[in-house]
Every structure is written in structure tokens, then in C-alpha cells.
């Protein structure tokens, strides 16, 4: 099995001198996300993932697997840039709603990488991480969408045999010169949906009515801070959620059918309904730092 961590920060200069680049270029990307410059960064970014591919070539011609698989890296660290880019462009204009595709996009980038490193403060994946978990929670998802299938034929991306075939000698989920393995669905039978607290993936979510004008009030109220407070992207903030404790009064043009606003998950009706005093979640938001490279 192939358990080697990479140092993502690094390159043979000798062998790689144009690869130097890289490096120039997430950092010009990081800045220009930190000043708006959206499509700015995703075009250095899409400049960066060529340079990746130029290196993954050179790596192989060079029996060099190692700087292969470092290229795939950096590349999906590129990936990640453009996903953060996408999502901040989004929520900019209020569409918090398609931001969170793109923020599920960043989420998958930065674990990939996060398990292939060995110390995940290289190029501040730790911090960007911890930061993009905390924007997370201030969304009003807590059920998903969960699709059930079964997979009839499964094979694997790098040799496309299947993956039951002992002549596959590829394991799921690692690197092969500059490739991740993966299981590849050829045939699947769809059964249903369900809805679920915790999916693998988070993408698929109920919709909700986003009214722009009332964006204070509504479910996507944390968020709309937050991005309200924050003077550009990749600020780091504490989240401290309290209980706030309100006269039932509070809540009189609350529908009895809707969301208990205690946070229970539970129908109004059937929870906090005929208490005296109603204990709701209280979100403060604490701007901190920037997030440096
Ligand atoms: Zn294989
Ligand atoms: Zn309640």
C-alpha cells in the first residue's frame, strides 16, 4: 500500500525550475480572493492547473512518481481556490443557497489534500479548513438528501478493470502517478431518497424560499452576517452559539407549523408552543484574524 505523505510546499527546483511558478501563483490567487477579485483568482488558478499538468508530464518522463503525485496536489489545491472563489462571487449577490455547492466542493478539495500531507499547516490547509467547517455551521441544513442505489458495475479509474478483479492492483482513494484511484459507477438501479442527518455527501439539500429583501429574519440570517461582517473572504471568526431566552410573545406571528425556533428540529406545535418563555440559539459571530499563506 502506498502510504507515502507529501510535502505540498516543495518542489525539486533542480529537476523542476519551472514548476516554481506554482507557488507564485496560489499565492497571487490567495490575495486576489482576499480583494474580491473573484474571477481574478480563477483565472491565475486555471493558469496554476496547467502548470500542474506540465509538471505531472515532465515527473513521469522522469520515473519520478513522487512529484507526480505532488502535481495532482497542487493542482486540486487550485481546484479548492477556484471553489472558494465561486462560492464568496456567490454569496456576495445573497445566493447563499448555490454558494453551499461550492463551499461542499471546497470542503471535499481541502480533505482530499489534508490526508495526503504530512503537517496540513502546509500552505495554511489547516486554517482554511477550520474556517470553511465554521461557515458550514452558520447554514440552516441539518437533513440531506441521500440517494440509495445499488451499483451493478464497478471498475477502477486507473486500469478500468473491476475493481473484484485480483489483476487490479489499485486501491481506492490513493495516488498512482499523479492519479487518484477511484471507483468508477458504470451501472446503477436507482431504489429512492431518503433524508438523513449525516451523508457522505452534503450537496443535495431541500430548498428553501430565500426572500432577499428579509435576508435578517429568514433561515440564512448567520450566514448574511457573517458575510455582512467580514470585510473580504478568508477572515478567520469564532463561533460561540449561547441560548437566548425570550417571552413566548416573541414568537406570536411564528407558524405553529414551522421550525420550533428553540432549534429542536421539531414542529413548533409539538415543542416550545405553550411555554412561558422560549430558550432560542444565539449566534455570535467574532471576527478575527486573516488567513495568511
Ligand atoms: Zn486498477
Ligand atoms: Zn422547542
Given at each position: 500500500?502506498n502510504m507515502i505523505k507529501y510535502n505540498i510546499s516543495k518542489l525539486d527546483e533542480k529537476k523542476y525550475p519551472f514548476a516554481n511558478e506554482i507557488?507564485?501563483l496560489i499565492k497571487y490567487s490567495f490575495e486576489d480572493i482576499k480583494k474580491k477579485n473573484y474571477d481574478g483568482s480563477i ?251
Open positions: 500500500m507557488f507564485r483565472g491565475t488558478s486555471i493558469k496554476g492547473k496547467k502548470i500542474c499538468e506540465r509538471l505531472k508530464i515532465k515527473a513521469i518522463k522522469n520515473q519520478d512518481e513522487y512529484s507526480a503525485n505532488l502535481s495532482f496536489l497542487l493542482k486540486l489545491y487550485f481546484d479548492l481556490l477556484i471553489a472558494i472563489s465561486k462560492f464568496w462571487k456567490l454569496c456576495e449577490s445573497a445566493d447563499y443557497q448555490d454558494a453551499w455547492t461550492y463551499l461542499q466542493d471546497a470542503l471535499n478539495y481541502i480533505k482530499t489534500i489534508k490526508g495526503f500531507v504530512n503537517d496540513s499547516s502546509q500552505l495554511s490547509l489547516d486554517k482554511i479548513c477550520s474556517h470553511l467547517i465554521k461557515i458550514e455551521k452558520l447554514y440552516p441544513y441539518f437533513y440531506f438528501i441521500s440517494v440509495e442505489m445499488i451499483c451493478k458495475k464497478i471498475t477502477c479509474s486507473i486500469c478500468k478493470k473491476s475493481v473484484f478483479d485480483p489483476n487490479c492492483e489499485h486501491i481506492s482513494g490513493e495516488l498512482y502517478w499523479g492519479e487518484l484511484a477511484l471507483e468508477v459507477i458504470g451501472d446503477i438501479e436507482f431504489i429512492g431518497s431518503s433524508l438523513v442527518e449525516n451523508p457522505v455527501d452534503k450537496r443535495c439539500v431541500i430548498l428553501m424560499n430565500l426572500d432577499k429583501n428579509k435576508l435578517e429574519e429568514g433561515p440564512f440570517k448567520t450566514i448574511h452576517i457573517l458575510m455582512r461582517n467580514s470585510k473580504h473572504p478568508l477572515i478567520d471568526f469564532d463561533l460561540n452559539i449561547t441560548k437566548r431566552k425570550l417571552p413566548r410573545s416573541f414568537y406570536n406571528s411564528w407558524s405553529e407549523n414551522s421550525l420550533c425556533p428553540c432549534g429542536s428540529r421539531k414542529k413548533f406545535r409539538e415543542c416550545c408552543y405553550d411555554q412561558e418563555f422560549i430558550l432560542n440559539p444565539h449566534y455570535v459571530i467574532k471576527i478575527k484574524d486573516e488567513i495568511k499563506l
